[in-house]
């Protein structure tokens, strides 16, 4: 297994084996291993000498195949800006490709006419998709079954949704879709009720933490409390290269009413939004934690400090507040001016200690 939490999570899903579904909805929590999971799925059902745990050889053609990201009968589907991050399996996936495999224009370097080229996109479109019922057409090269790792499931933009939709209700022999979510009310109803819905488990605190302190994480503990018990995603907040302004950003939060918004701006411009989102997002739950119950969730060394801005304001205005970065998290991955919005977001945040009734 990718990670040893999913142990138990692989023995159950082998009660499939027999009736396998057309397609598998893999959702959880974000950062807990979910893709490479059904990347291990994938190449145990293309595997053509399976072990007795149902675990790939990882040693006949088609692993062989698999593992070199070359496998005709496997195809990885995934948004461009993913695809671009990703090291998992990228060299196979239909992105950045036509119909017939061959590269399009749109992630050249620039256009013929010099022109600066497209953001990658953070959907998943209509052409990759069109591209994918094509190698859903032909038969399979090894007389076994195809399989799809379509992620994130909703990234899936209405035209791409809409042409996948009558693929599942309509699907191919031999071909199985696994599809990967980690916010399943973003899909369309339709898409979730033409797939066997499978929902994968967190770990324990005890097993995440064993695993992050093998991955040489001295602090387990404080990072899974921040990425919210997951382990993936506490590993990239231990490694994240953004740390050192996280700190200020807290620092400036702890201050409340002397919160410098026009200085978190000019310090923050150059971090993802959807990132200084989050840091935003979990603080204010916090905040509004030690109003209700005393205790926060995802900074727990941040205690006093909460404790002190919770004081501050009422939890009618930290709501509001709250409500507000939720709404700015809906097009956080739209290509947003990110100095005014965080200097937006800091101005809101400063005025909840304005008046308290």
């Given at each position: 297994?990718?990670?040893?939490?999913?142990?138990?999570?692989?023995?159950?899903?082998?009660?499939?084996?027999?009736?396998?579904?057309?397609a598998l909805l893999l959702y959880g929590q974000a950062g807990i291993g979910k893709v490479d999971f059904a990347c291990e799925l994938a190449q145990s059902l293309l595997c053509?000498?399976?072990?007795?745990?149902?675990?790939?050889?990882?040693?006949?053609?088609?692993c062989t195949w698999f593992l070199q990201r070359n496998h005709p009968d496997f195809r990885l589907v995934c948004p461009e800006a993913v695809a671009a991050e990703a090291t998992l399996l990228q060299?196979?996936?239909?992105?950045?490709?036509?119909?017939?495999?061959?590269?399009?224009?749109?992630?050249?370097?620039?256009?013929?006419?010099?022109?600066k080229s497209k953001a990658p996109s953070k959907e998943i479109r209509i052409e990759q998709v069109r591209a994918l019922l094509d190698f859903c057409s032909i038969g399979s090269h090894r007389g076994g079954r195809r399989v799809v790792v379509l992620f994130p499931a909703e990234a899936l933009n209405v035209a791409a949704a809409n042409a996948l939709l009558k693929?599942?209700?309509?699907?191919?022999?031999?071909?199985?879709?696994?599809?990967?979510?980690?916010?399943?009310?973003?899909?369309?109803?339709?898409?979730?009720?033409?797939?066997?819905?499978?929902?994968?488990?967190?770990?324990?605190?005890?097993?995440a933490?064993?695993?992050?302190?093998?991955?040489?994480?001295?602090d387990p503990a404080g990072v899974l409390a921040e990425a919210g018990g997951a382990p993936l995603a506490?590993?990239?907040v231990a490694r994240d290269?953004?740390?050192?302004?996280?700190?200020?950003?807290?620092?400036?939060?702890?201050?409340?009413?002397?919160?410098?918004?026009?200085?978190?701006?000019?310090?923050?411009?150059?971090?993802?939004?959807?990132?200084?989102?989050?840091?935003?997002?979990?603080?204010?739950?916090?905040?509004?934690?030690m109003q209700t119950s005393g205790e926060p969730r995802y900074f727990p060394a941040h205690r006093n400090a909460l404790k002190h801005v919770a004081q501050g304001a009422t939890p009618l205005?930290?709501?509001?507040?709250?409500?507000?970065?939720?709404?700015q998290r809906a097009v956080e991955q739209h290509p947003l001016n990110g100095r005014l919005v965080f200097e937006e977001l800091f101005i809101h945040y400063r005025s909840m200690f304005g008046s308290n009734p």
């Open positions: 297994m990718p990670y040893p939490w999913q142990y138990d999570d692989w023995t159950r899903i082998q009660a499939l084996r027999e009736h396998w579904p057309h053509e000498q399976p072990r007795d745990d149902a675990r790939a050889c990882g040693q006949c053609a088609a060299a196979n996936s239909d992105i950045g490709k036509n119909a017939n495999g061959e590269r399009t224009g749109d992630d050249d370097g620039a256009s013929a006419g010099g022109k693929t599942l209700e309509e699907p191919p022999s031999g071909v199985v879709f696994l599809l990967v979510s980690a916010n399943v009310e973003r899909l369309l109803p339709t898409i979730v009720s033409r797939c066997r819905q499978w929902p994968l488990a967190m770990p324990d605190a005890a097993s933490s064993d695993w992050l302190r093998s991955q040489s994480i001295d506490a590993l990239a290269e953004h740390a050192p302004l996280k700190r200020f950003t807290l620092e400036q939060l702890a201050a409340g009413p002397a919160c410098d918004p026009f200085a978190c701006g000019e310090a923050l411009q150059k971090v993802p939004v959807p990132s200084v989102l989050g840091w935003l997002q979990r603080w204010l739950y916090d905040v509004l934690a205005q930290v709501a509001q507040c709250l409500k507000r970065i939720t709404q």
